[in-house]
């Protein structure tokens, strides 16, 4: 709606902004979102909505674990501007092929030798592997006497059934139930749960598809959750979010924003005030490996827009393929120049009053909103299929912009480097997941004494995992994939 601001705004600049087109229309100053909703020129300054961070501070700056040399690398990024490290074990959606190998307690424990664990968080990403992968960090709590930090074990029921077309026997209420009472025993604060939306959006998802499915991922947790006994009030602070950010600034910010606005809704309809935990990942999607360097522009914008937008915690993948030593060092560069020199972190929501952003972050929740609330009526997405139908015409849009070159890339739809880089192999399918070996209980308890006495997580996993496909998975996709070298 225009309020009487934006209508004298307007009043004052169409005249100018006339006289500067030298003919064309207004219209070609309007821009087209990724989410297919409109974005105007000009706007006044709007009554701010505050929706970011709950507490003081920059966001925490997030190293993930899942090179060769893990103790290394781990002690080379917490020395050089880390605050905490992700544990991506092999075949977790977001391992992109590659992953941890450190699958028994041992090797875990070496993995992170000379990691005091009480002053660092720990973040999972295991997939259909969580619970096993949580079972394995309480054995080594239990055999180090000490818990870390913070733990988010990400234990995500309908990601894991979207990333893999497999529902994971953690999907039922009682093992879900049953899985959380024993993460909480570590003692650490943090997560238990997660809503990924970063599986969608690496699959093509708009941000408004991804946003709705991350609530519809929530919806279906507390649903769960308190199938199995356990209240709404209990389960909500023990959910966070995962959200992807991209080279589209603004989209990315009002999307974390809105993120925020959204979850408070599910949260009063509960009965409860608790904040979102809120984690950001810079898009693999939207890397060129064919011109690498051209990617740190991508992901310094995609950091700061989650910072920006309010993220808990930001991870930057590393600019080029392989993630060598010196990627990943400008991966954490970039999160310290924003937050130590140019200071992005010391508000929470710097975008709250701004016009356009408050209109965005609007459009944008109410459209998500809506998406959501169609998910919901339809039953289960992933099973439906209306994910996948979701995600299709959103990329099916996206490959249109590029198309008719709506949409720059550097060093992809322009200026392409004479000589590309020869474009790797990606998104490798999942590990296997192996039978067990041995009478492995199913309950935590029971995993977490498996582990205890050496079990890998292959094993775990299988006693955690309906190994019966039921639909197809989301696969991943580029947004440069086409224009590969």
């Given at each position: 709606m225009e309020t009487n601001a934006q209508a004298s705004l307007l009043a004052d600049w169409v005249p100018l902004a006339e006289k500067a087109l030298k003919g064309q229309g207004l219209e070609t100053l309007n821009t087209e979102t990724p989410s297919g909703f409109t974005l105007g020129p000009l706007y006044a300054a709007a009554e701010p909505s505050y929706l970011g961070r709950p507490f003081a501070g920059p966001w925490h700056v997030v190293a993930r674990m899942d090179g060769a040399d893990p103790?290394?690398?781990?002690?080379?990024?917490l020395e050089n501007g880390a605050s905490e490290l992700a544990l991506v074990f092999a075949?977790?959606?977001?391992?992109?092929?590659?992953?941890?190998?450190?699958?028994?307690?041992?090797?875990?424990?070496?993995?992170?030798?000379?990691?005091?664990?009480?002053?660092?968080?720990?973040?999972?990403?295991?997939?259909?592997?969580?619970?096993?992968?949580?079972?394995?960090?309480?054995?080594?709590?239990?055999?180090?006497?000490?818990?870390?930090?913070?733990?988010?074990?990400?234990?995500?029921?309908?990601?894991?059934?979207?990333?893999?077309?497999?529902?994971?026997?953690?999907?039922?209420?009682?093992a879900l139930v049953d899985a959380v009472g024993g993460v909480s025993a570590i003692g650490a604060p943090g997560t238990v749960l997660t809503a990924d939306g970063r599986i969608a959006a690496e699959a093509g998802a708009s941000p408004t598809t991804e946003l709705a499915f991350a609530l519809h991922s929530l919806a279906t947790i507390l649903r769960l959750a308190d199938a199995g006994?356990?209240?709404?009030?209990?389960?909500?602070?023990?959910v966070g979010m995962a959200l992807s950010a991209s080279e589209e600034q603004f989209a990315t910010i009002a999307k974390f924003r809105a993120a925020r606005r959204l979850h408070?809704?599910?949260?009063?309809?509960?009965?409860?005030?608790?904040?979102?935990?809120?984690?950001?990942?810079?898009?693999?999607?939207?890397?060129?490996?064919?011109?690498?360097?051209?990617?740190?522009?991508r992901l310094t914008i995609a950091a700061f827009s989650a910072g920006v937008g309010g993220a808990d915690s930001v991870t930057v993948l590393p600019f080029d393929a392989e993630g060598s030593a010196f990627a990943r060092r400008m991966a954490r560069n970039i999160q310290t120049l924003l937050i130590e020199e140019s200071h992005v972190g010391r508000l929470s929501d710097p975008g709250a009053g701004a016009g356009a952003v408050e209109a965005y972050t609007d459009s944008l929740a109410e459209a998500a909103w809506a998406t959501f609330q169609m998910m919901e009526s339809e039953g289960d997405a992933v099973a439906t299929g209306r994910l996948a139908e979701l995600v299709a015409a959103d990329r099916r849009a996206a490959e249109k912009a590029l198309e008719g070159k709506r949409k720059a890339m550097i060093g992809v739809t322009i200026h392409p480097p004479q000589s590309p880089a020869a474009v790797p192999d990606e998104f490798a399918a999942p590990a296997p997941v192996a039978t067990a070996t041995g009478d492995v209980a199913a309950n935590f308890a029971g995993l977490k004494a498996a582990a205890a006495q050496g079990a890998p997580l292959a094993a775990l996993a299988a006693k955690a995992t309906d190994m019966a496909p039921t639909c197809p998975p989301l696969v991943p996709v580029r947004i440069a994939a086409s224009f590969g070298g």
């Open positions: 103790a290394a690398q781990a002690r080379t990024d075949g977790a959606p977001g391992a992109f092929g590659g992953g941890l190998t450190a699958t028994t307690v041992d090797a875990l424990d070496d993995a992170l030798s000379g990691i005091v664990l009480d002053l660092v968080p720990l973040r999972l990403e295991a997939g259909a592997s969580a619970v096993g992968a949580a079972a394995l960090v309480a054995a080594l709590v239990e055999r180090r006497g000490t818990a870390p930090a913070a733990l988010h074990a990400r234990i995500d029921p309908l990601g894991t059934f979207a990333a893999t077309g497999i529902l994971p026997a953690f999907a039922d209420p009682g006994g356990m209240a709404p009030v209990k389960t909500l602070p023990l408070k809704l599910i949260a009063g309809a509960c009965g409860i005030d608790t904040p979102l935990t809120l984690h950001g990942e810079t898009a693999r999607r939207m890397l060129s490996f064919s011109d690498p360097q051209t990617n740190l522009l």
